[in-house]
């Protein structure tokens, strides 16, 4: 009788987002060694991973919510729609009380924290589906933020002027003040000076500065 033929599984093909070197090399590594999953693209930017999920359509998505040119959770939004089949997992320092039911709300399949260990993250892509079951709600101080009015806060948080945040998001000086405005409200915050300074607390309490 001839021997049956042994057919290789084919690997689950991701793409890695984190703009940390090391972090994100450590990732890549976790992934390929893992015999169900192969790092397809890896980059560190949000356009770099819009060019790449649209170009590779890849299986999932491992995705930082901390960019230098963009909104993490914008990007999670844009990379659902544009592979509405693809699993992405959110990886991130950032407080999960907060974040993850608002990464969930953008179409992530799965919040994991950077502080968890290798076997969290293989774990969490084995269970995630494309989309999340459902969003609990969340209880932070922030949660009433929008996306975009909390990574306004955060930019505020690390140091960044009105101009500053307005030319890296590609809007209006106008936009950014609007914002700020309503994070004022939403937060209770009588002035300009109380805005700046909760921001900078929030990013402090983040790791996002020193």
Request: aromatic letters at 2%; a neutral charge; one cysteine or more.
């Amino acid at each position: 009788m001839a021997p049956v033929p042994v057919i290789a599984s084919v690997k689950q093909r991701v793409l890695v987002v984190d703009d940390h070197p090391l972090f994100r090399a450590g990732v890549v590594a976790v992934l390929n060694q893992d015999p169900a999953w192969e790092v397809c693209a890896e980059t560190d930017t949000a356009a770099g991973a819009r060019a790449a999920a649209a170009r590779l359509r890849p299986d999932a998505a491992v995705v930082d919510l901390m960019l230098r040119d963009d909104d993490g959770l914008k990007l999670v939004r844009e990379l659902r729609q544009e592979v509405p089949a693809m699993r992405i997992l959110v990886l991130s320092m950032l407080d999960e009380a907060l974040y993850r039911p608002k990464a969930l709300q953008a179409g992530a399949s799965a919040f994991v924290s950077k502080l968890a260990g290798p076997e969290a993250i293989l774990a969490t892509l084995r269970e995630a589906t494309p989309r999340p079951a459902r969003v609990n709600g969340a209880s932070h101080e922030l949660a009433a933020l929008s996306e975009r009015e909390l990574h306004v806060f955060t930019q505020l948080g690390q140091g960044r002027s009105t101009q500053e945040i307005a030319s890296a998001l590609g809007v209006s000086n106008k936009t950014i003040e609007t914002h700020r405005e309503n994070i004022k409200a939403k937060l209770g915050l009588p002035h300009a000076n109380a805005l700046v300074a909760r921001a900078a607390v929030w990013a402090r309490e983040q790791g996002l500065v020193r």
